[in-house]
């Protein structure tokens, strides 16, 4: 089965930027979105189809994919970007997401 | 605008079944398939299965299948998701989302927790 490696937390000061990679055979072959999700809440879709910000959500946050790997970058990050963070992908068969990654904002 | 309410907590014993609803609303419910995504706790999120609710046609994650079953009722716009032969694993909060398109998930439910527990 298709598998989406991430890392398991990142830690950005506030201002910086936020980069988060998650990792798949030939990902670059295929469209990743990606997901904040926060305790207690739903998931939010905050990158669409590898690069796209559905409406609602900020500039700061974009996404790329090429190669093996797909990125998402969250620019001058703010303290409500503190979340769980994950990769989503279709395999041609199955949805399957990544790990996730615990973004925490010191 | 779209809204996708889902059924209250349940609480099974060990080999039960569990039926969560997902009644969705300001969209055409039949433009628009319907996954089912779940959260287990300290676990990150995991697919389960898809509807089309164009067709019914359904697509359903290789561990569930066998005892998992989506549906839809198009009348009440409202899905739903049977997990039977459960265990202590099925643990989870259960989302519903709306389908974008077929790569993503746009919208999605306030989640079901489920507990099993003898």
């Known amino acids: 089965s298709y598998e989406l490696t991430q890392p398991p937390s990142v830690s950005v000061s506030p201002g910086q930027t936020a980069t988060i990679p998650c990792s798949g055979a030939k990902l670059g072959d295929k469209f990743v979105s990606w997901y904040q999700h926060n305790t207690g809440q739903s998931p939010v879709l905050v990158i669409s189809?590898?690069?796209k910000r559905p409406s609602g959500i900020p500039e700061r946050f974009s996404g790329s994919n090429s190669g093996n790997t797909a990125t998402l970058t969250i620019s001058e990050t703010q303290a409500l970007d503190e979340a769980d963070y994950y990769c989503q992908t279709w395999d041609g068969n199955y949805y399957v997401f990544g790990s996730g990654t615990r973004v925490t904002v010191l | 605008q779209v809204r996708l309410v889902q059924s209250g907590t349940e609480v099974k014993k060990p080999g039960a079944s569990m039926k969560v609803s997902c009644k969705a609303s300001?969209?055409?419910?039949?433009?628009?398939?319907i996954s089912w995504v779940r959260q287990a706790p300290g676990q990150g999120l995991e697919w389960v299965g898809w509807i089309s609710t164009h067709n019914g046609n359904t697509n359903y994650a290789q561990k569930f299948q066998g005892r998992v079953t989506v549906s839809t009722d198009p009348s009440t716009t409202t899905a739903y998701l049977e997990l039977r032969s459960l265990t202590s694993d099925d643990t989870a909060v259960y989302y519903c989302?709306?389908?974008?398109?077929?790569?993503?998930?746009?919208?999605w439910g306030e989640g079901t927790l489920v507990s099993v527990s003898s």
């Open positions: 989302a709306k389908n974008s398109g077929q790569w993503d998930f746009d919208s």
């Open positions: 189809q590898d690069n």
């Open positions: 300001g969209y055409t419910f039949t433009s628009h398939s």
